[in-house]
């Protein structure tokens, strides 16, 4: 079993919807969570970043964290075209050196 | 300005040779790291320098060597390049692992391909 596992996709959404993405880990010791976006031939750049559990939310996106479900999400509301990119989600332990990282969910959001 | 640097931007080589690639950050980092990342867009950690010391070494084969200058600068050299390097290498850094920030900032990345 991975550590990390994420539904590479594709997900293909009209424009206005509300996305739902999703990333489930097997170790509990993991404290630090991340969403990546990824634009086709670019790096990662973060989106969000949530310390432990509970939910945080900026503008459009919101990430949640159940720690006693092992699960995370990370909401899009009126998604827009320009959103259309890889997401992936990542996270690490306190003090650990290693940051694990999703497949990536490949999300397309049409006009 | 850029955060993370990465060149060249673009590598197309033969079998065989050797080739290196280089990565800065200006943003007063202690960490940076090296990641390939396959054609089904999977980011897999190489290695890891904090304060230019190396604290992850991922099972990647020899030929790939990593080195630190100075805690700005991380570069990776890769001796007799094979089919199966062709791939995405992307530089990151971030705040010092032993205080416990974990998100990373990523260079542009490198694309290599071999013929």
């Known amino acids: 079993q991975k550590e990390v596992e994420q539904d590479p996709g594709p997900l293909s959404v009209p424009e206005g919807a509300i996305v739902s993405l999703n990333c489930t880990y097997s170790?509990?010791?993991?404290?630090?969570f991340m969403w990546y976006r990824q634009y086709s031939r670019k790096g990662p750049e973060l989106l969000m970043y949530?310390?432990?559990?509970g939910n945080k939310e900026d503008g459009r996106f919101t990430a949640q964290v159940d720690k006693s479900s092992k699960y995370i999400s990370l909401f899009i509301r009126d998604s827009q075209p320009s959103d259309s990119a890889t997401y992936l989600c990542?996270?690490?332990?306190?003090?650990?050196?290693?940051?694990?990282f999703g497949a990536g969910t490949r999300l397309f959001v049409k006009a | 300005d850029t955060a993370v640097s990465q060149t060249p931007k673009y590598l197309v080589t033969q079998m065989g040779n050797d080739k290196s690639i280089k990565c800065e950050q200006n943003?007063?980092?202690?960490?940076m790291y090296w990641y390939k990342q396959d054609s089904k867009k999977f980011l897999k950690i190489m290695f890891s320098?904090?304060?230019?010391?190396?604290?992850i070494n991922e099972t990647v084969p020899n030929r790939f060597s990593p080195k630190s200058p100075d805690k700005a600068h991380l570069n990776l050299h890769i001796n007799s390049l094979e089919l199966g390097d062709s791939a995405v290498y992307f530089c990151?850094?971030?705040?010092?692992?032993?205080?416990?920030?974990?998100?990373?900032?990523f260079g542009p990345g490198t694309r290599l391909t071999v013929l």
């Open positions: 990151a850094s971030s705040q010092d692992k032993t205080s416990g920030e974990q998100v990373q900032f």
């Open positions: 170790n509990s010791a993991f404290q630090y």
């Open positions: 949530t310390y432990s559990s």
């Open positions: 990542a996270m690490s332990a306190t003090g650990g050196f290693k940051t694990i």
């Open positions: 943003l007063g980092h202690d960490t």
């Open positions: 320098y904090n304060n230019k010391e190396l604290i």
